[in-house]
T-cell receptor, first 113, second 113 residues
Framework: TQLLEQSPQFLSIQEGENLTVYCNSS?????LQWYRQEPGEGPVLLVT?????EVKKLKRLTFQFGDARKDSSLHITAAQPGDTGLYLC?????????????FGAGTRLAVHP | GAGVSQSPSNKVTEKGKDVELRCDPI?????LYWYRQSLGQGLEFLIY????????KSGLPSDRFSAERTGGSVSTLTIQRTQQEDSAVYLC???????????FGPGTRLTVL
C-alpha cells in the first residue's frame, strides 16, 4: 500500500496544454518535496513546501501544500516538451532522529510537440 | 566530484551471485541514503548513514542486503545470493546535513537473470 498516492499515473498531452498532478495521503508530513526524474538519471529536487496552504511558483510550475499538510498538487501551465519526465512527490516524516522521505509512485508526463 | 556518482551504471548477474554497488557522495556531505526503484514504483528507502553510522536500517528487505560506509565518504551496498526480485534501479543520495535537499546519483540498474 502506497503511503503517498499520486495521480494520474500517466499523462500524455500536447504542447501548450495545462495539467495538474496530485499527491495525496492520510498522513501528515512535516514537509513535502517534488522531484523530476529523467530516464537514466536520479531525481532532481524542484521544490520543498513546508507550511500548510503554502503556494510556491517556479516559472510555469505552481506547487501547493494542503492546509492539513497531507496532500499537494503540481500545476504546469502551457506545458513544453522539455517538461516530459517522471514527477515524484516525497513526504518528510521525522522518524529515528531524521526526516525520512516517503516517495509516491510518480506521474509519468509526456508532452508532445 | 561535482555530483553523486554510482558504479557500475548497469549490472547483470545470475541468480545466487553476490553483487556490490558503489556510491561516491558529494564531498563534504555527511548524510548518505540508499533507495531502490522498481518499475512503476516510487523510491523505496533502504538505509541511511550519518557519517559512518547507519542509525536506520529498517528499509533493508532481508538479511541478504547490507551496506557500509567508510571514511564518511564512499558507501557500498552488497546484495548476497541475488534473487530475480532484487532487479531494480538502486539510487544513492547525499545531503550536507540531515533534513536538507538530497542530491541523487544516476543509479545502478541491476538485472538478476
Amino acid at each position: 500500500t502506497q503511503l503517498l498516492e499520486q495521480s494520474p499515473q500517466f499523462l500524455s498531452i500536447q504542447e501548450g496544454e495545462n495539467l495538474t498532478v496530485y499527491c495525496n495521503s492520510s498522513s501528515v508530513f512535516s514537509s513535502l518535496q517534488w522531484y523530476r526524474q529523467e530516464p537514466g538519471e536520479g531525481p532532481v529536487l524542484l521544490v520543498t513546501v513546508v507550511t500548510g496552504g503554502e503556494v510556491k511558483k517556479l516559472k510555469r510550475l505552481t506547487f501547493q501544500f494542503g492546509d492539513a499538510r497531507k496532500d499537494s498538487s503540481l500545476h504546469i501551465t502551457a506545458a513544453q516538451p522539455g517538461d516530459t519526465g517522471l514527477y515524484l512527490c516525497a513526504g518528510a516524516r521525522f522518524s529515528g532522529g531524521y526526516n525520512k522521505l516517503i516517495f509516491g509512485a510518480g506521474t509519468r508526463l509526456a508532452v508532445h510537440p | 566530484g561535482a555530483g553523486v556518482s554510482q558504479s557500475p551504471s548497469n549490472k547483470v548477474t545470475e541468480k545466487g551471485k553476490d553483487v556490490e554497488l558503489r556510491c561516491d557522495p558529494i564531498s563534504g556531505h555527511t548524510a548518505l541514503y540508499w533507495y531502490r526503484q522498481s518499475l512503476g514504483q516510487g523510491l523505496e528507502f533502504l538505509i541511511y548513514f550519518q557519517g559512518n553510522s547507519a542509525p536506520d536500517k529498517s528499509g533493508l528487505p532481508s538479511d541478504r542486503f547490507s551496506a557500509e560506509r567508510t571514511g564518511g565518504s564512499v558507501s557500498t551496498l552488497t546484495i548476497q545470493r541475488t534473487q530475480q526480485e532484487d532487479s531494480a534501479v538502486y539510487l544513492c543520495a547525499s545531503s550536507l546535513v540531515l533534513h536538507n535537499e538530497q542530491f541523487f546519483g544516476p543509479g545502478t540498474r541491476l538485472t538478476v537473470l
